[in-house]
């Protein structure tokens, strides 16, 4: 009976490792290998628990209940591997469905580009899509684009001699302001006073 280890329903144990295994909703079956490491652990538990299976109310009710807590633990260990394993796979699985889009985009970001024509690509709805995107790349895909166009501007900033206007639009940029804003907060600073710094930066490393 699993509430001989803690039958206090409002209690912190009960509510976070007990009541997952009382709804069967933590249940999955496992093989478990004789000879393994995790077998010797948990065998002295399992085989304490057997001799004792038909006693009730004993002295060993106290023993009984450790070994319980012992082995819950031990699964429970197990269950988070687990899950840790199926975060990982999810997100190297995301990284190679995106792989195509990524490359879409820096394709397309000099001109006007929609997150609706991006999942459409991606052949996902565009809620689903603008989800998995956050998910993969810690960024909503247009603060991604906009990163890729501001970076691609302070380059052309650096190595042309372009009007910063005609830059704005030369990387996607439909409105001046805009792309001024999005290019401080990149950089921390105006592209005029980023194209001095970089000018002075080569004429001080001739």
Known sequence: NIELIDNDE???TYKKYLVPYKNKAELKEYFIKKGTAFSAKIFPSVTYLIRHRHERYTTNELMIK???CELIFYFQKI??????RDIKNSEKLNVTRLKPVLNYIYQNFNRKISVREIADY???SESYFMTL???T?????????NQIR????GQLLCETDLRISEISMQVGFGNFSYFIRCFKKEFGKSPSA??????????TNI
């Open 194 to 203: 980023f194209r001095k710094s970089a000018e002075f930066k080569a004429l």
């Open 10 to 12: 409002k209690s912190a």
């Open 122 to 124: 991606a052949g996902y």
């Open 79 to 84: 269950l988070v591997e687990d899950k840790i």
């Open 66 to 68: 450790s070994k319980l």
């Open 137 to 145: 790349t810690n960024l909503s895909v247009v603060d991604f684009i």
């Open 150 to 153: 501001i970076k691609r501007a």
């Open 133 to 135: 995107f956050k998910k």
